[in-house]
């Protein structure tokens, strides 16, 4: 069983920051690749960020101002997110893609909640 828990989510002003962390717990042999998608009311999930080894992968609609990283002795994913605009305003979503013994798996986190006002 594999747990990812979210945090760091919550109401910002416009131009605001926030910053998300994600981690991951249970019978993990190794994370292929870890992200965030976001879902807003009415929408469908999007991918926002994505890191793989050294590479990392951005949604055009948060590249330069949004930053992946991520601690692999941890388990942990980050997304530093500056310059928040009232558009994403979502719950965020922690992906993980786990190889448990032999099997690999996609892993999701409960969610958390950003709000961002004009």
């Known amino acids: 069983q594999v747990h990812l828990v979210e945090s760091g989510g919550g109401a910002v002003q416009a131009g605001g920051s926030l910053r998300l962390s994600c981690a991951a717990s249970?019978?993990?042999?190794?994370?292929?690749?870890m992200g965030w998608y976001r879902q807003a009311p009415g929408k469908q999930r999007e991918l926002v960020a994505l890191?793989?080894?050294?590479?990392?992968n951005y949604a055009d609609f948060v590249k330069g101002r949004f930053t992946i990283s991520r601690d692999n002795a941890k388990n942990t994913v980050y997304l530093q997110m500056n310059s928040l605009k009232p558009e994403d305003t979502a719950v965020y979503y922690c992906?993980?893609?786990?190889?448990?013994?032999?099997?690999?798996?996609?892993?999701w986190g409960q969610g958390t909640q950003v709000t961002v006002s004009s």
């Open positions: 249970g019978s993990i042999s190794s994370i292929n690749s």
């Open positions: 890191i793989s080894g050294g590479l990392r």
């Open positions: 992906y993980a893609a786990v190889r448990v013994q032999i099997t690999i798996g996609a892993y």
